[in-house]
T-cell receptor
Framework: GQQLNQSPQSMFIQEGEDVSMNCTSSSIFNTWLWYKQDPGEGPVLLIALYKAGELTSNGRLTAQFGITRKDSFLNISASIPSDVGIYFC??????????FGAGTTVTVRA | DTGVSQDPRHKITKRGQNVTFRCDPI?????LYWYRQTLGQGPEFLTYFQNEAQLEKSRLLSDRFSAERPKGSFSTLEIQRTEQGDSAMYLC?????????????FGPGTRLTVL
């Protein structure tokens, strides 16, 4: 089963809004990664975080590795329609295998 | 385009049949992983190869499942005597050695439907 808890489970965005999602774990991870998955496709790596406290940006995306090493958050600034999709956090531990959260589904608000 | 390719993209089979999926990794990546993803969930780890050696298998990988990476390049995942519960997306991911050890790049997946 999943070890990571992602929240919110789903969210609606309006173009131009900043959105935020987070991920918590009962286990310590050495690395946190954030992926985005479109329907029918594999996850695409957005950001990888390697050190506790690290804050990393990739364009309009910003992610942080929590200092306890048990949590991470992802912010999307000035959202655009192509930001819709499912965002997954993943923690990497032994042999670098990834444990994933259940995802945050981002949808455009009608 | 991540460079990881999987074939086929979709497979529909009848219960009890055997199926085989193929993954071609990014050429310089020594690490290769298989994951399974069901609707509404994140991917779940199945197995891991370092070059041609299969170093770990999840408890999810029953004895009906077998994976190989014969020359440390492409990999195959076979499911024998498929069951309806095997219906899922099967994802392959590969990763480099060096600093980016923890990064994994996924292929587009093979969607299996067992009727």
């Amino acid at each position: 089963g999943q070890q990571l808890n992602q929240s919110p489970q789903s969210m609606f965005i309006q173009e131009g809004e900043d959105v935020s999602m987070n991920c918590t774990s009962s286990s310590i991870f050495n690395t946190w990664l954030w992926y985005k998955q479109d329907p029918g496709e594999g996850p695409v790596l957005l950001i990888a975080l390697y050190k506790a406290g690290e804050l990393t940006s990739n364009g309009r995306l910003t992610a942080q590795f929590g200092i306890t090493r048990k949590d991470s958050f992802l912010n999307i600034s000035a959202s655009i329609p192509s930001d819709v999709g499912i965002y997954f956090c993943a923690g990497s531990g032994r042999i670098y295998k990834l444990s994933f959260g259940a995802g945050t589904t981002v949808t455009v608000r009608a | 385009d991540t460079g990881v390719s999987q074939d086929p993209r979709h497979k529909i089979t009848k219960r009890g049949q055997n199926v085989t999926f193929r993954c071609d990794p990014i050429s310089e990546h020594n690490r290769l992983y298989w994951y399974r993803q069901t609707l509404g969930q994140g991917p779940e780890f199945l197995t891991y190869f370092q070059n041609e050696a299969q170093l770990e298998k999840s408890r999810l990988l029953s004895d009906r499942f077998s994976a190989e990476r014969p020359k440390g390049s492409f990999s195959t995942l076979e499911i024998q005597r498929t069951e309806q519960g095997d219906s899922a997306m099967y994802l392959c991911a590969t990763g480099p050695d060096g600093r980016a050890l923890n990064e994994q790049f996924f292929g587009p997946g093979t969607r299996l439907t067992v009727l």
